[in-house]
């Protein structure tokens, strides 16, 4: 038993150790790769940011994986974009025409309160909204894709208006690159 005991151990740790021992695969935008595992694009900063933007493949801008993209927040029971919404968008608008490839998809997001077709509504006001916006910017419309996702996926749990505000938001995910 206690030979047994020790030959699943060994066999453990034998399997562990070998998938410990992947590699990421990054491309640059210079065009040099690395081989490996996940797929992770890196992209230079152009003199607009410091450092480099990680681009993933389904990142998302809630999670900062989707490269320079910034998810945007909106007033309760509203769509309309204003303020630092505009600039935000101003800010993602640059990064996708700089960015050809990349294609995203815009979800929209409601905070807690009101039924769920209600908010499903408003969450698909606001990804169109943000997209039109793009578009608008310049953007092509084929690149940007929308999804409503109402009050089913918050980033805040809590039950005031400082979780509320954080849930009422359109964020990027990125479907191609």
């Not at 996708?96 to 499903?120: I, P, T, W, Y």
């Not at 990804?127 to 910017?137: E, N, P, T």
Request: charged share 25%; proline share 1%; aromatic share 6%.
């Amino acid at each position: 038993m206690k030979l047994r005991s020790v030959l699943i151990l060994t066999i453990l740790a034998a399997s562990l150790s070998l998938t410990s021992c992947a590699s990421k695969k990054t491309k640059t935008t210079d065009g040099v790769d690395n081989t490996g595992g996940a797929e992770q694009t890196t992209l230079k900063d152009n003199g607009n940011n410091s450092g480099v933007s990680a681009l993933e493949l389904n990142g998302d801008s809630d999670s900062n994986r989707a490269g320079a993209l910034k998810t945007v927040y909106f007033d309760y029971n509203s769509s309309a974009i204003a303020g630092s919404t505009k600039e935000a968008l101003d800010s993602n608008a640059e990064f996708l025409k700089k960015n050809a490839s990349v294609k995203v998809q815009a979800e929209g997001h409601c905070d807690e309160r009101g039924s769920v077709q209600f908010n499903l509504a408003l969450g698909e006001k606001r990804a169109k909204s943000v997209r039109d916006y793009l578009v608008g910017a310049g953007v092509a419309a084929n690149r940007i894709t929308v999804i409503s996702l109402g009050k089913e996926k918050p980033v805040s749990f809590g039950h005031d208006e400082e979780s509320w505000s954080k849930n009422r938001r359109a964020n990027f995910v990125v479907t191609e690159k």
